[in-house]
T-cell receptor
Framework: GAVVSQHPSRVICKSGTSVKIECRSL??????MFWYRQFPKQSLMLMAT?????????EQGVEKDKFLINHASLTLSTLTVTSAHPEDSSFYIC???????????FGSGTRLTVV | DAKTTQPPSMDCAEGRAANLPCNHS???????VYWYRQIHSQGPQYIIH???NNETNEMASLIITEDRKSSTLILPHATLRDTAVYYC???????????FGAGTRLFVKA
C-alpha cells in the first residue's frame, strides 16, 4: 500500500529556534498533502493544506508565518515551526493519498518538544 | 462536509466482534463514509470507506444503512492490538479535506 514517511519522529529544541519536519510520499506522487497537529488526549486538528508548486492554504487561526510549509516536489512537503515556543510542543502529522479513490495515508508523526 | 456523531468509548472482549456505530444524518448524496483509527502515539491508519453499499476488506466491514444516515464499522474478531481511537469521517472524494471529530475510544479486553 501507499507509504508516507515522516521525519524526524521526535525532536527537542530550545525556545526561539526553528524546526523542520519532512513528509515524503514514498511510492506515489502527491500534489496535495495535509498537516495536522494533535495535543495530548485530543483529536487531530487540520493546520494547513500543502499544494505542490503553490502556496499552502492555512486553516483559520493557524499562523502562516509561524508554520512555514513548502511543497517543492511531488513527493516532499516540509513544515517549519519558526521561533518555537513551549506552547508549540505537540504531535505533528502529515497525510497524503495516491488517488481520490483512496483513503489517506498518514505519516507516523513527529513529537516536538520545545524547552 | 457532514458532521458525525460517535460514542466516546466502547469495550469489547478479545475474539468477539466489535461494532462501532456512527451517525451522519446530514450526509449528502456525493459524500463517502471513511473510517480511520489511531493507535496511541502513532499516525492514523485508513481502514475502509464506502458510499452506499456495504464494504469489506481484510481489516473490517462497513455497513451503511439504506438511508445513509448511519453506519457501523465491524471488526469481526477483535484483538488487543485493535485498541485504538476510531474515527468516522464523512467527506466527498473531491473535497479531500479530512476533518477529525472526537472519535470512539475502543478498549479490547482479554
Amino acid at each position: 500500500g501507499a507509504v508516507v514517511s515522516q521525519h524526524p519522529s521526535r525532536v527537542i529544541c530550545k525556545s526561539g529556534t526553528s524546526v523542520k519536519i519532512e513528509c515524503r510520499s514514498l511510492d506515489f506522487q502527491a500534489t496535495t498533502m495535509f498537516w495536522y497537529r494533535q495535543f495530548p488526549k485530543q483529536s487531530l486538528m487540520l493546520m494547513a493544506t500543502s499544494n505542490e508548486g503553490s502556496k499552502a492554504t492555512y486553516e483559520q487561526g493557524v499562523e502562516k508565518d509561524k508554520f512555514l510549509i513548502n511543497h517543492a516536489s511531488l513527493t516532499l512537503s516540509t513544515l517549519t515551526v519558526t521561533s518555537a515556543h513551549p506552547e508549540d510542543s505537540s504531535f505533528y502529522i502529515c497525510s497524503a493519498r495516491p488517488t481520490s479513490n483512496d483513503g489517506y495515508t498518514f505519516g507516523s508523526g513527529t513529537r516536538l518538544t520545545v524547552v | 462536509d457532514a458532521k458525525t456523531t460517535q460514542p466516546p468509548s466502547m469495550d469489547c472482549a478479545e475474539g468477539r466482534a466489535a461494532n462501532l456505530p456512527c451517525n451522519h444524518s446530514t450526509i449528502s448524496g456525493n459524500e463517502y463514509v471513511y473510517w480511520y483509527r489511531q493507535i496511541h502515539s502513532q499516525g492514523p491508519q485508513y481502514i475502509i470507506h464506502g458510499l452506499k453499499n456495504n464494504e469489506t476488506n481484510e481489516m473490517a466491514s462497513l455497513i451503511i444503512t439504506e438511508d445513509r444516515k448511519s453506519s457501523t464499522l465491524i471488526l469481526p474478531h477483535a484483538t488487543l492490538r485493535d485498541t485504538a481511537v476510531y474515527y468516522c469521517i464523512v467527506t466527498n472524494t473531491g473535497g479531500f479535506k479530512t476533518i477529525f471529530g472526537a472519535g470512539t475510544r475502543l478498549f479490547v479486553k482479554a
